[in-house]
């Protein structure tokens, strides 16, 4: 074990940044197959243990939003890494929530569309998520998150024997945790919002519906942990840059054909 960390921390050391669809430098080194494979199984695991919505309405709804943001992908993010088919599962779960993994795999809670009121704030959400898969951020945490964890480990090996060694590994772990992994998650946040703004609009849904849900988010989700030990923007930060964002997507929303999918 101690011998492949330490092949998968020169690993990380020597390999180049690929770029996110928004230009961020991005460190992502996990084979995006093996990315498909973790996904898939994943989503496998949920759906054994979260049963399925039976509500037809609400089945055909999820899919006519998330088939329009998905017929976009390819237009306006070309390149990204993309599966030969998506499956689209509406779940029996009060909770308002909704995920996206590699391999093509996009869950929605029932309990999501009680918070989001129309079509454009359900498209908000998933084009959110599906951002997420589009630009690797599962790959890039996943990357994270083992090198610090070789690199503790590096620490210990070079320390061993020392008393002090293990409160040093505690101490840097920590400052690791809140000075690397918590901001690159916010953000990652941040872009698959943007991402999936640019997404909606594209595919015909009003962006400015972005921030009504977010705002209805706020409502239903009471209190929030503070920002900076918070994985995820605060609902006030999170609104201001998709207003800021706007002028990019409306002129998108204006050149697409609106979409109803309550028809």
């Not at 991005?26 to 199984?41: E, K, N, T, Y």
Request: aromatic share 4%; glycine share 8%.
């Amino acid at each position: 074990m101690r011998i492949w960390l330490v092949l998968l921390t020169t690993l990380i050391l020597a390999t180049g940044c690929d770029q996110t669809p928004t230009g961020r430098d991005q460190l992502a080194v996990i084979p995006d197959s093996m990315m498909a494979d973790f996904g898939r199984q994943t989503f496998m695991q949920i759906q054994q243990q979260v049963p399925l919505s039976d509500d037809a309405t609400a089945n055909q709804r999820v899919q006519c939003v998330a088939t329009h943001l998905i017929s976009q992908i390819a237009n306006r993010f070309p390149g990204s890494p993309l599966p030969d088919t998506w499956e689209v599962v509406l779940f029996a779960n009060d909770s308002p929530n909704a995920f996206a993994v590699a391999g093509g795999k996009i869950g929605v809670n029932r309990g999501l569309l009680t918070v989001a009121e129309t079509d454009d704030q359900l498209a908000a959400v998933i084009g959110h998520e599906v951002a997420h898969v589009l630009a690797r951020h599962g790959n890039e945490r996943l990357t994270q998150e083992l090198g610090i964890k070789a690199i503790l480990m590096l620490i210990g090996l070079l320390g061993e024997g020392d008393a002090d060694t293990e409160s040093i590994i505690q101490a840097l772990g920590l400052g690791a945790h809140l000075g690397i992994a918590l901001p690159f998650s916010r953000a990652h946040e941040e872009e698959a919002d943007l991402m999936g703004l640019e997404l909606m609009a594209s595919a015909g849904f009003d962006p400015r519906e972005s921030t009504a849900l977010w705002r209805n988010m706020a409502k239903a989700g009471g209190g929030q942990p503070l920002e900076f030990l918070s994985t995820h923007p605060n609902h006030d930060s999170r609104i201001e840059a998709l207003e800021e964002r706007l002028d990019v997507a409306l002129p998108l929303y204006q050149q697409a054909t609106p979409v109803n999918c309550e028809r």
